[in-house]
Every structure is written in C-alpha cells, then in structure tokens.
C-alpha cells in the first residue's frame, strides 16, 4: 500500500511560537514530499469554522486522548470504546494513519513533569502509537524534562519513556540540560542536539501555508522611527512575582520613554492580551505607548518585528523571529531554553530571568546598552545566524 500522509503533531495556531513552527514544518516537508499530502493533528484548530479551515492548504484533524487510546490498540482502544467514539470517524481517522510514512513532533515543550501525568502520558502515546502503524518518527527540535514525577505516576510514565523513546528516527533536544537527562536516564542512541527548527528556515512560501493570499493587518499599522517592541508572556507573570513583573515593564518603559522611544505592546499569543493590557494601563494617558490588540499570524509578527531597533521579549519564539531579522532583545524568561538561546548569539548579557530577584541596576544598564548599541548587536546576531543556518535537520528526514 502506498503511503501518502505525513503527520505533524504538538503544533497548532492559537500560539504564535507554535504556529511559526508549523508552518516551517509545512514548508520545508512540502518541499521535499511534493506527492505527500499533510496532516496537522489538532483538536483544539480542527473546533475551527469550516470557511477558516478552507483558507489553508493542509488537512486539519483531531487529536485527542481517547482518539490516540483507540488507535493505540488492545486495552487502551477498550478504555476509548468505554468512554464513547464515532466509530466511523475513527476508521477514518485510522485509515490515514495506516498509509501515512512519517510523523513529526514539533512539540516545543510537551515531555516533563512541569506539564503533569496526564500530558506526558499523552505525548507518548503518540509515539507508541507511530510504533504500532509502523510510520517513521521524528520528534523536531524541542525542551524535555524535568522528569520528577511521584509514586504510581512516575513508575508509569518511566515504563512509557523507556519502552518509546527509543523508537523515533530522531530526537532533537535545543537544550543541553535536556539532552544530559534523556541521555542519562534511559541510554538513548536517537538523541541529538539542534537550534530551534524556525532559526533554520529562512522565508516560508506562503502558498504552501494558504490557498489564496491573505492581507497583512499589520500594514496599516506605521511603526514610527526609534520604536521598540514589548512582546510580554502570561507565564513569565507565573513563574515570577506578578508585581515584581509589572514594575519591571514599567521600569522599562518609562526609562525608554525618557530616551524619545515610542514603545508599541504586541500580543504573541491569544493569551497574552492581558498582560498588553495591564502593561497598557500604567500608561493608558500617553499616546507613545500604543497596544497593539490585532491577533496576528507569525508571518505578520516576523514581518513586523524586523521594523524596531530593538525589543522587550519574553515569548521565546518571538525572540527566535526577532533574531531572524536581525533585532536585538533583551530577554525576560522563565526557563533554561532562553539563556540557552541568547548564548547561542552572545547576547548572555539580555537575559533576565523572573523566577529570581532581578538587579535593577543590571537592567537599567542593560537597557542603556543595547539602546545604545542595537545596530553593532544585530550585525552580531545575524552573522551568528548565518553559522545557524549552514545545518538543516529537515534533511535527516530525507
């Protein structure tokens, strides 16, 4: 039987990171499979109007925990039963997976205790899943761990990891604290080290991604000269101290106000308006600080950001835009994937992480820096993306 699927898993649309990573991934796959038709698995996009769903040129389908517990088989396909499928869907839906050759991970951040049982139980039933319909994995470049799960949960998911990990093609890990843990606690031999899969790709062809052109909302927007980009992240206001968060932006606002900066807040994720708009309320009088609401595509943000001198960043993936274009960011992150990143472009000195105290002398003279230095520190950035660029792991697929 032919196979003529290629699944992608773990990327959806809500997220902006997560949607820059799925439409690399249907550029690059469409590039090099032209006879494969793609599946995105999905449930949260597949709820999606039909008229939305018509505008891209890739197939939606759920992916859910019952569904993946019927496609798993025997015990598991009995619990999904239990629980109530449509069973026509689930032959459809099992159908395509029989005559799909590849599935492609590009999770980001699924695998670790942070996320609770439940979920990593789901990310490798997904893989134990691939094994059964014996389709060729291959997890992208994305963080794991720490894997500090308790009791009966911890005896399960390390049943789970031991007896599945091994199976992908490829594991690609962006951090090397997720590397050391995947290596030392279950010996695998798929594991290697990769920069983040959007770094890699230099332009997506659009046509891939949509069936018809869609506008920019975004151009009618002029971004005024001596402007800087505040792209805050709900989590890093949950890591770190809420407060502590909001005077760090208000901080920084009214010390870029002071050097004749406009400021502009951009919303990466559909989460994210929120804290826009609390941010926006410290200075709701002053019209040089402007919200931005729109809810953008990646290819607007990635458009949009390259026309700041620099910027505000604590979604990772829009610094990984950001530093595509050559914008320099000082970083506010709450995990070990942002030290790692600005490490990779000698940007170390950006980085401020909220789950501590953070100086605020150091962040004053932080901002005093690259307010000063912007073009020399994006010269440095983009040659350090040149290097990048030379490795594509789309061709360890091939």
């Given at each position: 039987?032919?196979?003529?699927?290629?699944?992608?898993?773990?990327?959806?649309?809500?997220?902006?990171?997560?949607?820059?990573?799925?439409?690399?991934?249907?550029?690059?796959?469409?590039?090099r499979f032209p006879n494969h038709k793609i599946v995105v698995l999905s449930s949260r996009d597949y709820k999606r109007s039909a008229e939305e769903l018509s505008q891209y040129n890739f197939t939606i389908l759920p992916d859910m925990m019952k569904i993946r517990f019927y496609l798993a088989g025997g015990l598991y396909k009995l619990?999904?039963?239990?629980?109530?499928?449509?069973?026509?869907?689930?032959?459809?839906?099992?159908?395509?997976?029989?005559?799909?050759?590849?599935?492609?991970?590009?999770?980001?951040?699924?695998?670790?205790?942070?996320?609770?049982?439940?979920?990593?139980?789901?990310?490798?039933?997904?893989?134990?899943?691939?094994?059964?319909?014996?389709?060729?994995?291959?997890?992208?470049?994305?963080?794991?761990?720490?894997?500090?799960?308790?009791?009966?949960?911890?005896?399960?998911?390390?049943?789970?990891?031991?007896?599945?990990?091994?199976?992908?093609?490829?594991?690609?890990?962006?951090?090397?604290?997720?590397?050391?843990?995947?290596?030392?606690?279950?010996?695998?031999?798929?594991?290697?080290?990769?920069?983040?899969?959007?770094?890699?790709?230099?332009?997506?062809?659009?046509?891939?991604?949509?069936?018809?052109?869609?506008?920019?909302?975004?151009?009618?927007?002029?971004?005024?000269?001596?402007?800087?980009?505040?792209?805050?992240?709900?989590?890093?206001?949950?890591?770190?101290?809420?407060?502590?968060?909001?005077?760090?932006?208000?901080?920084?606002?009214?010390?870029?106000?002071?050097?004749?900066?406009?400021?502009?807040?951009?919303?990466?994720?559909?989460?994210?308006?929120?804290?826009?708009?609390?941010?926006?309320?410290?200075?709701?009088?002053?019209?040089?600080?402007?919200?931005?609401?729109?809810?953008?595509?990646?290819?607007?943000?990635?458009?949009?950001?390259?026309?700041?001198?620099?910027?505000?960043?604590?979604?990772?993936?829009?610094?990984?835009?950001?530093?595509?274009?050559?914008?320099?960011?000082?970083?506010?992150?709450?995990?070990?994937?942002?030290?790692?990143?600005?490490?990779?472009?000698?940007?170390?000195?950006?980085?401020?992480?909220?789950?501590?105290?953070?100086?605020?002398?150091?962040?004053?003279?932080?901002?005093?820096?690259?307010?000063?230095?912007?073009?020399?520190?994006?010269?440095?950035?983009?040659?350090?993306?040149?290097?990048?660029?030379?490795?594509?792991?789309?061709?360890?697929?091939?």
């Amino acid at each position: 039987m032919d196979k003529k699927y290629i699944l992608i898993t773990g990327g959806d649309l809500y997220n902006k990171g997560a949607q820059s990573m799925l439409f690399v991934t249907i550029d690059e796959l469409s590039s090099r499979f032209p006879n494969h038709k793609i599946v995105v698995l999905s449930s949260r996009d597949y709820k999606r109007s039909a008229e939305e769903l018509s505008q891209y040129n890739f197939t939606i389908l759920p992916d859910m925990m019952k569904i993946r517990f019927y496609l798993a088989g025997g015990l598991y396909k009995l619990i999904s039963m239990i629980r109530g499928i449509d069973k026509d869907k689930m032959k459809n839906l099992e159908n395509i997976f029989i005559k799909s050759e590849y599935v492609v991970d590009i999770s980001g951040y699924a695998l670790g205790s942070n996320w609770g049982f439940w979920h990593s139980l789901f990310y490798l039933i997904k893989i134990k899943t691939a094994k059964k319909y014996n389709i060729k994995a291959y997890i992208l470049p994305q963080s794991f761990g720490p894997f500090n799960y308790r009791g009966v949960q911890n005896i399960i998911i390390k049943y789970f990891m031991k007896r599945y990990l091994k199976y992908p093609s490829v594991i690609y890990t962006r951090e090397k604290e997720g590397y050391d843990l995947l290596e030392k606690n279950f010996r695998l031999s798929n594991i290697k080290m990769s920069t983040d899969l959007v770094l890699m790709n230099k332009s997506i062809d659009t046509k891939k991604i949509y069936r018809k052109n869609i506008p920019n909302k975004m151009s009618v927007h002029e971004i005024a000269p001596n402007s800087i980009a505040i792209v805050p992240n709900v989590k890093s206001f949950k890591f770190g101290n809420n407060e502590n968060v909001l005077k760090l932006y208000e901080y920084a606002i009214n010390t870029l106000l002071s050097k004749n900066k406009k400021i502009y807040l951009i919303r990466h994720s559909f989460e994210d308006l929120e804290a826009c708009q609390a941010i926006k309320e410290k200075f709701k009088m002053n019209q040089n600080v402007v919200l931005l609401s729109d809810d953008i595509s990646c290819i607007e943000f990635d458009d949009m950001i390259s026309k700041f001198e620099f910027a505000l960043a604590s979604r990772y993936h829009s610094i990984i835009h950001a530093y595509k274009n050559g914008t320099p960011c000082i970083a506010i992150g709450w995990a070990t994937k942002y030290k790692e990143l600005l490490n990779k472009f000698d940007q170390n000195k950006y980085i401020f992480d909220v789950r501590k105290p953070i100086d605020m002398n150091e962040f004053g003279e932080a901002l005093n820096n690259i307010s000063s230095n912007f073009n020399k520190e994006s010269k440095l950035i983009l040659d350090k993306l040149k290097e990048i660029q030379k490795n594509d792991i789309f061709d360890s697929i091939i």
